[in-house]
């Protein structure tokens, strides 16, 4: 089954049961009526397993070729979740622009659990022996975010392995329709399904998707035992958008590059930071690792724009922050998803004040076209 009949057909098996409606219900229900006190059904009580979210689970893993998915209550649940596999004392390598609540996470959680953790700023050029520290793992995002600078997860699983490290990569931005980190030697990968496998900015979830049994046992004990895991309704959400998500991407990716070409030909940009234009120095490997780009892109202004007055003019963009979602929309990371940077490090990873991050929708492009036109000549100082 290819990718874009999976995403509609697959899931549970439901050729059993008695009652099969061409969409998988809602469970709207936390416990089951079992059969004995020693004869228990294959669902107990819906925070251990609920048919809804194990519908989505077996999903998102068979989408991705893989053999186990978690759904948890969010992306942040989802990558707590992996980062569960972090005992104290060890040390994880980042990369330096991630999503503002990871480098939350790393930097504010990680020291009560006695972790460390160092940014990376190119993990091509990091020598893996001169690490110092108790390294166990790597976590990628990759595109990053918010300046999509694109890292080699083959070869830095491959030079991480032969150091005995885990890989972990936060998949959002691409979804497995893009991008299989897993095929590319990532043990564990992460997803914000609030992004683009839900893809209605209309519920918070989160995915966790790995082939390891011994780590899915683990993974699986402290869904349950943590509790962070997805409720049946949003379960729902979750599938039910995934069914169109082929469809959704390749109008998204489209949109993107005419609206990254757009900024890139215009007077307005210093630059623009996506991957599928052959300007950028991670496009080569972006067709080599992945199947497309994506649809987020960042757009650094020159100093002449007001970049208020511009996302006021705007009527079809919405200025909010979040991604992945039907409607295009613009932020400023630099103070609304970046905010907890530090100004250095927004400084050193190139984050400016100037810069906004844009999550191009399906919308016709050329009323996107022209609303960003319109924008720009309001914005022009
Ligand atoms: C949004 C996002 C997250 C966090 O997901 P939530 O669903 O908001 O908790 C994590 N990683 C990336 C890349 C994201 O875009």
Redesign the pocket.
């Known amino acids: 089954m290819r990718y874009e009949t999976a995403a509609i057909h697959g899931g549970r098996d439901t050729s059993g049961e008695q009652i099969r409606g061409e969409s998988f219900p809602i469970y709207l229900t936390s416990t089951f009526t079992q059969d004995g006190v020693n004869d228990f059904r294959e669902f107990m009580y819906s925070r251990s397993k609920n048919p809804t979210r194990d519908n989505l689970e077996q999903l998102v893993a068979q989408l991705e070729g893989a053999k186990h998915g978690l759904a948890m209550s969010?992306?942040?649940?989802?990558?707590a979740l992996a980062f569960s596999l972090v005992k104290s004392g060890e040390k994880v390598l980042i990369n330096s622009n991630?999503?503002g609540?990871?480098c939350n996470f790393v930097s504010h959680v990680f020291c009560d659990r006695g972790i460390d953790f160092e940014i990376v700023t190119d993990f091509a050029n990091c020598d893996f022996d001169a690490v110092e520290g108790n390294v166990s793992t790597v976590f990628l995002?990759t595109p990053s975010?918010p300046l999509l600078e694109v890292t080699d997860i083959a070869d830095v699983a491959a030079r991480a392995h032969a150091k005995g490290w885990r890989v972990i990569v936060?998949n959002?931005?691409m979804t497995s329709y893009l991008q299989r980190p897993l095929d590319l030697g990532a043990d564990v990968v992460?997803?914000?399904?609030?992004?683009y496998y839900a893809g209605h900015s209309d519920v918070?979830?989160?995915l966790v998707v790995l082939n390891d049994d011994q780590v899915f046992d683990k993974l699986k004990f402290n869904q349950k035992t943590l509790g962070g895991m997805l409720d049946p309704f949003s379960s729902f959400l979750v599938a039910r958008g995934i069914k169109t998500l082929p469809l959704r991407m390749d109008r998204h990716e489209q949109n993107a590059l005419a609206v990254a070409k757009f900024f890139e030909e215009s007077r307005a940009a210093k630059a623009v930071y996506y991957p599928g234009l052959p300007s950028n120095p991670g496009y080569e490997l972006q067709r080599r690792q992945a199947r497309g780009n994506g649809a987020v892109l960042s757009v650094d202004f020159k100093d002449e724009y007001d970049l208020d007055a511009f996302c006021h003019a705007l009527r079809f963009i919405d200025l909010a922050v979040?991604?992945?979602g039907i409607e295009s929309l613009v932020c400023c990371p630099a103070t609304m998803t970046h905010e907890e940077y530090s100004p250095e490090l927004q400084a050193q990873i190139g984050i400016t004040k100037t810069m906004l991050r844009f999550s191009v929708g399906v919308e016709a492009i050329d009323d996107l076209l022209e609303d960003l036109q319109k924008a720009l000549e309001a914005a022009k100082r």
């Open positions: 969010s992306g942040m649940a989802a990558t991630v999503y609540g990871t995002e975010n936060d959002t931005f992460v997803y914000s399904a609030t992004k918070i979830a989160g979040s991604l992945g």
